[in-house]
């Protein structure tokens, strides 16, 4: 029974769905208890029927809502105003104004409160006020109306009204508050997710495109910015390298697009494990078969040897079959005076000559003659 609770419960959507049943189902209870605390105040008949029917109008709008979860907003309206006609009759039933009755008053505005929303909210909390209140002020001109009940009958049902409800009103706290809570840690979780979808590529686990650029917009800062985070990284220089995966269009025709794709994410996890976050270097997606990757180091080449081990660990790979995946690369330093776009630019140049060089191999500005790295 409690894992079927477990499961209905976590399978409700909506915040508002979820306060519908718990207050529902407490109030049935609430009701019920009610009822038969009546009985042992030896209250009338008329008193425990009228507190037995709003029990049962509970249940049944409980069951309703969980059999047709499409007709919640109705049962909301509708339990509402059962209420506000119901508990005028069970007031006069139950002693008037000596009983606790009045508390069931603030119990049902508090419902409405709670249930609803927007303009049905104020207009059925005004009406079920006019309501309750007209019947506190014709029970006061008409006392022949009212039962009267002995002191202690007073007395205990005020005692065991003020429970009741404050049992029914406490709970129904907790149960709205945990799904909220619920609710917010879901929402909080779901706009995680889309953060980090929004910075990452979803195939490479990498950064992807956007945020490659925009991590290099800090880099390309004022020379005096770069000097400040240098000295807080106590690093020299920022390199940016770009690798391009050999005859990539090549392994997908010969073993399949699946398989493609598992070279890009098991490339992407060798690059990313080469560079250290924790310096602010990272490896981005660039697009396609293309990777950047950002290096923290004192000196070009020292950046280009982390470049070149990267290229060595991807080419040492192993596969299901004799393959071998490469890559080609270029690196070059962000610090030399040029914008961005132009060392773009000239790393995507020496990535192309690393290409026509018979690749596998890390190309450089200092880079003397075409061979392997």
């Known amino acids: 029974m409690k894992q079927r609770f477990l499961h209905f419960w976590n399978n409700i959507d909506f915040l508002d769905d979820k306060i519908y049943y718990s207050v529902v189902a407490i109030g049935t209870v609430a009701t019920l208890m009610a009822y038969v605390m009546g009985l042992v ?26 059999r047709h ?4 907003p109705i049962c909301r309206i509708v339990l509402v105003v059962g209420l506000t006609i119901m508990l005028p009759p069970t007031y006069y039933a139950c002693g008037g104004m000596t009983s606790g009755m009045v508390l069931f008053y603030l119990v049902t505005l508090f419902l409405v409160a709670v249930l609803l929303q927007g303009r049905t909210r104020i207009i059925l909390f005004c009406v079920s006020l006019l309501a309750l209140g007209y019947s506190l002020h014709y029970g006061w001109y008409h006392p022949y109306l ?15 009204t003020f429970c009741t409800t404050g049992i029914a009103l406490g709970a129904m706290t907790i ?31 990498l950064y992807n495109r956007r945020e490659l650029f925009r991590r290099l917009d800090l880099v390309y800062k004022p020379p005096q910015q770069q000097a400040v985070r240098a000295n807080r990284l ?19 025709d010969t073993y399949g697009h699946q398989f493609g794709d598992k070279v ?7 690059l990313r494990e ?58 070059v330093s962000c610090e030399t005076g040029v914008p961005l776009d132009q060392a773009m630019h000239d790393v995507d140049m020496l990535l192309y000559k690393a290409k026509h060089a018979g690749k596998n191999c890390v190309f450089s500005v200092k880079t003397p003659d075409p061979g392997k790295g």
């Open 234 to 252: 106590k690093l020299d220089g920022c390199y940016i390298a770009m690798f391009d995966i050999d005859n990539f269009k090549n392994l997908n």
């Open 41 to 66: 105040q030896g209250l009338s008949l008329a008193a425990g029927l009228s507190t037995l029917l709003c029990s049962l109008w509970m249940a049944v709008l409980l069951v309703a809502g969980i």
């Open 175 to 205: 149960f709205i508050l945990r799904a909220y809570n619920n609710e917010r840690q879901r929402n909080q979780e779901l706009m995680d997710q889309l953060s980090n979808l929004s910075v990452h590529d979803a195939l490479s686990g």
């Open 69 to 72: 979860p499409k007709a919640l």
């Open 274 to 331: 080469s560079v250290d976050p924790s310096r602010g270097e990272f490896a981005a997606r660039y697009g396609g078969e293309e990777f950047v990757c950002i290096f923290y180091a004192d000196a070009l080449d020292i950046a280009f040897e982390r470049a070149d081990a990267a290229r060595r660990a991807i080419s040492e790979l192993c596969w299901n079959s004799d393959l071998i995946v490469t890559v080609s690369g270029g690196i």
């Open 264 to 270: 890009l994410a098991t490339v992407s996890k060798t």
């Open 146 to 160: 009212i039962r009267e009940l002995t002191p202690r009958q007073e007395y205990e049902d005020v005692l065991m």
